[in-house]
């Protein structure tokens, strides 16, 4: 790039003079409409518990759960992102309460497709993790996650969420080729409207440690999760899943976590017209909210974290504070 004029007849700090030069001149802006709520369920009735590792955080029971998506619908969040709390109990190695009608996944969507419509969208995860003793998001044989006997499980769990009328279905396993079988799948029976969010580029992160203990998986997992999420150390490998996952029909892809993959984020803007995704996971929001308690940051640094999701080219954010910004933007 050349830059045209010199000091001192230009002047970048004009620019940035007052406050509404800087609005005039913002490259990027973040609003309601860029945002996703993630909300975790747990059995029972009018509970609400807090999450250790979370501040601020909690599983619901379902009549409460209907409480936040309501104040999600007046705030005009467009989207929630669902996840199961299972009991120890209902775990198996296979995940089989996956695929149990009666699943607290399944009768969350009963509840609040009943009473908000399509008011708000609403996302369920597709993966065995919650599900299964092991913790590992797919079937476990022999030490190892069995791709294809995989995917016929996920099939099951998509066709599931889809009979309960969940508006987008995301994949976030990581196994080969399941988005081309969970849309064909998906379209021989009738669901062709139905999203897929596919998270293709999801890396082995250690992120994601208050959200297994959310869902309580943690201490269950068996091992790692590298032989199926992406190596941190690589970038073009990120390009070929997005490549495949949008020739397998994925309508919309996610980048997990967020703000430690922004050049992945940026690099697939600039590859592909398809829009993305990111999530700002849990272990990303624990670091930001314990520096907001302790004074070591302050809150701004919120919606910096949200702006530069989006300046890389996020067109929307998967976030736990999505309701406390919404708040804040309204
Ligand atoms: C698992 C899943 C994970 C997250 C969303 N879905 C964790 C994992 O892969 O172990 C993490 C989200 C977060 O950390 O906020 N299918």
């Not at 064909?184 to 669901?191: H, I, M, P, R, T």
Request: contains cysteine; aromatic residues 8%; proline residues 4%.
């Amino acid at each position: 790039m050349r830059i045209l004029g010199s000091y001192p007849s230009l002047r970048m700090r004009r620019n940035r003079k007052s406050d509404w030069i800087r609005r005039l001149v913002s490259e990027h802006n973040l609003s309601t409409n860029d945002l996703i709520l993630p909300l975790f369920v747990r059995e029972g009735t009018k509970k609400k518990e807090p999450i250790k590792s979370m501040l601020n955080v909690f599983r619901y029971s379902i009549d409460e759960l209907s409480k936040v998506v309501e104040k999600a619908c007046k705030l005009k969040i467009p989207l929630i992102a669902l996840f199961p709390y299972t009991e120890s109990l209902k775990k198996d190695q296979f995940g089989s309460e996956a695929f149990n009608p009666d699943n607290l996944i399944c009768r969350s969507l009963r509840t609040l497709k009943k009473r908000f419509k399509n008011d708000i969208g609403i996302m369920c995860d597709v993966a065995l993790d919650p599900y299964t003793t092991h913790g590992h998001d797919g079937i476990f044989r022999n030490n190892e996650i069995e791709n294809d006997e995989t995917i016929e499980s996920l099939i099951k769990q998509s066709l599931l969420q889809a009979e309960m009328k969940c508006d987008v279905i995301a994949p976030s396993d990581m196994m080969d080729g399941r988005i081309g079988q969970i849309r064909s799948a998906l379209d021989k029976k009738g669901y062709k409207n139905i999203q897929i969010v596919s998270y293709a580029v999801k890396y082995a992160s250690n992120f994601y440690g208050p959200f297994r203990e959310a869902v309580g998986s943690k201490k269950k997992l068996k091992g790692d999760k590298k032989t199926y999420q992406m190596d941190f150390k690589n970038s073009l490998e990120a390009l070929r899943e997005v490549a495949l996952d949008i020739k397998e029909g994925a309508d919309i892809v996610m980048v997990k976590p967020g703000m430690p993959y922004l050049d992945i984020i940026k690099n697939i803007k600039d590859n592909f017209k398809i829009p993305i995704f990111s999530y700002q996971v849990s272990g990303e929001y624990s670091l930001i909210q314990n520096g907001i308690k302790n004074n070591i940051i302050n809150k701004d640094a919120i919606m910096e974290s949200l702006i530069s999701l989006k300046r890389a080219g996020s067109n929307a954010i998967v976030t736990y504070f999505a309701l406390e910004i919404a708040d804040q933007l309204k």
